[in-house]
């Protein structure tokens, strides 16, 4: 395997994977054998990537931003990514909102069908939860979001893994180190390069064993799957967002061909390790430290734009969840409420969608209980809900495992734009995991 590229051996570990998932769903006690032994390989693997996250951010935005020498920039670096994380959104949403109006997925579905799911699904764990988890997030004030940016205990933040209040304090700490005089500065920016060196480093190492991981990871979803006769129903749906995810790629690939003037192949090739990651582990915070490795050391981009533009990304720019979401809205509107499913309906599903892709934390099934938030805006029956929910509950996971590659490489392309537009994209330079390992064998 030594001469394989990361990408093969990383696809062969998903492939075996799943024929793996295949067999020990067919055998008496291998679904047991697979969440005792071989799951818990994958799940070391996703502690391992968000125990070095968290470091990572730090000392990549703060070394960051102290290298920019100009605190102008932060402002022009914050506006810009903002502005096309809104952007590239609301082209998603609206790529899945003519996707779902064209084909209608939900229209036709016999009732025995939609019996046979209700019945299944309606009073499942999993939908009850999505149901629970999404009215807690209501219950917030609409101020809420901006002032969970502002931490006021950074060492609970750092535990917590909070995203945004941990970039929020990395952008102080950066403008501060710019506002001393150099000589005081630079013990502290030695530290953060020299640890974001090391953490980088740490992502090698542990991508050595990602092929091994996706294994166990993709063998577990396999054994998750037991009415496959209710996701062939489904088909359609789920070729409406794949569909459209697709076609989200292709955008992000004009971009990166028409702005960047970089070859699609090519980004598609380096960035490759991080979109399979995404579809094995279905959450982008646990994909951000290899994003971050990827994009910084393969593609070329500047750690100052990766360290803000990917992070943040990874919270609130989720072109694949906000893409699902109107389609998602649409399919079951079409099947249990037609009535509801007005121009203007449509109009408050953008604004709501693209509010709930902000708004949706990166991990497995976010999207779905956001999906609640966008349907109760358009005065969905609560009655309705679960019955919603459980149509598309069967093929929620591979679709989340495909919104999530879309999520990630939505960042990674903003993160050339946004560089390309500072002067801040440059030749990569990949490093090895053992580039250093001779002299110290
Ligand atoms: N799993 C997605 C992510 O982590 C979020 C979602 O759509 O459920 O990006």
Redesign the pocket.
């Given at each position: 395997m030594k001469k394989l590229a990361l990408h093969w051996k990383i696809i062969i570990g998903m492939v075996l994977g799943i024929l793996f998932g295949f067999i020990m769903n067919s055998i008496i006690g291998g679904k047991g054998f697979v969440s005792d032994w071989i799951s818990p390989f994958g799940e070391i693997f996703i502690n391992l990537l968000k125990l070095i996250a968290v470091p990572l951010i730090l000392a990549s935005l703060i070394k960051g931003i102290s290298d920019l020498k100009d605190i102008s920039k932060i402002k022009t670096m914050g506006l810009r990514t903002i502005i096309i994380y809104v952007g590239t959104t609301l082209i998603a949403i609206i790529i899945g909102l003519t996707i779902v109006n064209t084909i209608q997925p939900g229209v036709g579905m016999s009732e025995a069908t939609i019996e046979k799911i209700k019945l299944k699904y309606e009073n499942d764990a999993g939908v009850k939860d999505k149901l629970v988890k999404a009215s807690a997030q209501q219950n917030t004030g609409p101020l809420q979001p901006l002032i969970d940016i502002f931490p006021t205990n950074i060492i609970k933040s750092l535990g917590e893994a909070k995203m945004l209040q941990i970039i929020f304090f990395a952008l102080f700490v950066g403008i501060s180190l710019l506002l001393i005089p150099e000589e005081k500065a630079t013990p502290l920016v030695k530290f953060f390069d020299s640890l974001n060196e090391v953490v980088m480093k740490m992502v090698d190492l542990i991508m050595l064993f990602a092929p091994y991981a996706v294994f166990a990871l993709m063998a577990n979803v396999i054994i998750a799957f037991d009415d496959t006769e209710i996701l062939l129903k489904l088909l359609q749906y789920a070729f409406c967002v794949v569909g459209g995810l697709v076609l989200m790629i292709g955008f992000y690939l004009i971009l990166v061909k028409v702005y960047a003037k970089k070859s699609p192949l090519w980004f598609l090739k380096q960035i490759s390790p991080a979109q399979l990651l995404a579809f094995s582990t279905?959450?982008?915070?646990a994909t951000l430290p290899v994003t971050m490795e990827r994009v910084e050391e393969h593609l070329g981009v500047d750690k100052e734009v990766s360290g803000f533009v990917l992070p943040v990304g990874a919270t609130v720019n989720?072109d694949?969840?906000s893409l699902?979401q109107g389609i998602a809205a649409v399919f079951i509107m079409q099947v249990i409420w037609p009535e509801g499913l007005t121009f203007t309906n449509q109009l408050v599903i953008i604004a709501t969608a693209l509010l709930a892709s902000i708004g949706?934390a990166?991990?497995?099934?976010?999207?779905?209980v956001m999906l609640v938030i966008v349907l109760e805006s358009i005065g969905f029956p609560p009655e309705l809900l679960p019955i919603g929910l459980a149509l598309i509950f069967a093929v929620d996971r591979p679709l989340?495992m495909c919104?999530?590659v879309v999520?990630v490489t939505g960042d990674a392309t903003v993160s050339m734009l946004v560089a390309k537009s500072l002067g801040k994209l440059h030749d990569p330079k990949p490093k090895n995991w053992d580039d250093n390992y001779e002299g110290v064998k």
């Open positions: 279905s959450s982008s915070a989720m694949g969840t699902y949706s990166a991990v497995p099934s976010a999207g779905m989340d919104r999530t999520n």
